[in-house]
């Protein structure tokens, strides 16, 4: 079966473009007026993915990297030089690590709690918006499903109103139907797939995040103790 769609709209793309198939059958499945909220929920939930990206790829950085400049910097000027770097530094790890520097006079269970709070908000920051993008993949769909069942229901008081079963009669109802469905699932599959890959990449930061905290209060337990924070980089010969 997805052979012969992917052939049918190979076929078409070939003879009319494309574009083309899909703006006549959009019209051709608009006649009970459902095409248009697909595509509505379709455009947001785009908006939101794009957004959402942008917000994501803004706050990933090379994290091994800045832990490593982190505790050079608490080596070489202590835990002022490493709140400085940290504050010219985008992304959640970095918030959440000046947090801590900014506890750490308190001691070391304030520090933890800083950081342990301040991620959760980084957290919620990185999160935000991907709930109306959910909501957008399940009204996607349901909106098609309701095109079909109006789409059925106007098939259906054809063959009432004309008293007999003719092809010509349902075709135009059940087509409609087909469509509609069709539209709000590739809308839904389409968003499905934005909201996972947000996800995934909304998972790594978190889980690097935690990884580096954890890694920031040794470093911040080492400097304490007087001990060298940063690893020893092997002299090169």
Do not use: H
Not at 21 to 37: A, H, L, R, T
Not at 77 to 94: F, H, K, S
Request: net charge negative; charged share 20%; glycine share 10%.
């Amino acid at each position: 079966m997805i052979t012969s769609i992917t052939l049918f709209f190979l076929q078409a793309g070939a003879d009319q473009g494309f574009f083309n198939i899909i703006v006549e059958k959009f019209n051709e499945g608009n006649e009970g007026g459902f095409m248009w909220p697909v595509l509505v929920a379709l455009i947001l939930g785009l908006a939101i993915f794009l957004e959402r990206i942008i917000t994501l790829n803004l706050a990933d950085i090379d994290t091994r990297k800045f832990v490593v400049d982190v505790q050079e910097a608490l080596d070489e000027g202590g835990v002022p030089a490493a709140r400085q770097l940290c504050a010219e530094t985008r992304g959640p790890v970095a918030s959440v690590f000046q947090a801590g520097l900014m506890r750490v006079d308190e001691g070391i269970e304030a520090a933890e709690k800083a950081i342990s709070a301040y991620g959760s908000i980084e957290m919620s920051f990185l999160e935000r918006g991907l709930v109306w993008l959910s909501l957008f993949i399940a009204i996607a769909p349901l909106l098609g499903f309701l095109g079909t069942v109006v789409g059925m229901i106007q098939a259906f008081d054809a063959i009432e109103q004309a008293g007999d079963i003719s092809p010509t009669l349902v075709a135009g109802g059940i087509k409609v139907a087909l469509l509609t469905t069709a539209g709000g699932l590739l809308a839904g599959i389409i968003l499905q797939i934005g909201y996972n890959y947000c996800v995934s990449k909304i998972d790594r930061i978190i889980s690097e995040m935690e990884e580096s905290s954890i890694t920031l209060i040794d470093s911040i337990v080492m400097l304490k103790d007087g001990k060298q924070v940063a690893p020893e980089t092997p002299n090169e010969e």
